[in-house]
């Protein structure tokens, strides 16, 4: 049984043609000792199919090792949410290049959380965090690695 | 915040599936906001007030008030 209504899988792919960038977004979960990887694992199943625009990969946290260190996972369920873009090599060929904008989520995105991931996926793919200029120009001055874990629950 | 600036990364976490960094963090209500280990923000803030403070407790940066006063209408 899906965990979306049919509605809301209708509200979604409306919401969604509003994504301009393809988005990919990368699973990692394993099978044991990992109670909410499933139901996490699952949400994304039922929203990737949403839109063309929205591509789904799912690797082994104990196995995709490279993986976990690229995107620096540190626990599971999570997911990082990349945009696609493409870009010319030197030999003059379209390759598919992920932007990495630095944003993951640990544990099932239901809730809050789930409206968060929705736009996640609408910002990750336009580039555009919406946010006033005066906030923009003071975000510019950012220049140390700076890390946010924003804490939340279900409800 | 994480689209806006390459140096910044952000994660969004369900802290009752990660009960050791609840008490690592000593996450008591949500939402609740954890800057490079060090700075707090408790709750929900409208933009113009969450960012400016966050980056001022960070000691990024200072916003001049004719900044925080033009977000805020």
Known sequence: MGLLKDQDRDALRQEFTALTERVRIIFFAQALGCETCGITGQILDEIAPLSDKIELVKLNYAIDRAAVEQYAIQRIPAFAIVRLEESQNERGETEIIERDYGIRFYGVPSGYEFMSLIGAILDVSSGDSHLAPQTRALLSQVTQPTHLQVFTTPT | ?????????????????????????????????????????EGGAPEPYFIPQLLNQLGIASPPTEILDANAT
């Open chain 2, 1 to 41: 915040m994480a689209i806006e600036n390459p140096n910044i990364r952000a994660d969004m976490i369900e802290v009752s599936e990660f009960p050791e960094l609840g008490q690592r963090y000593q996450v008591y209500g949500v939402p609740l906001t954890v800057a490079n280990e060090k700075v707090r923000f």
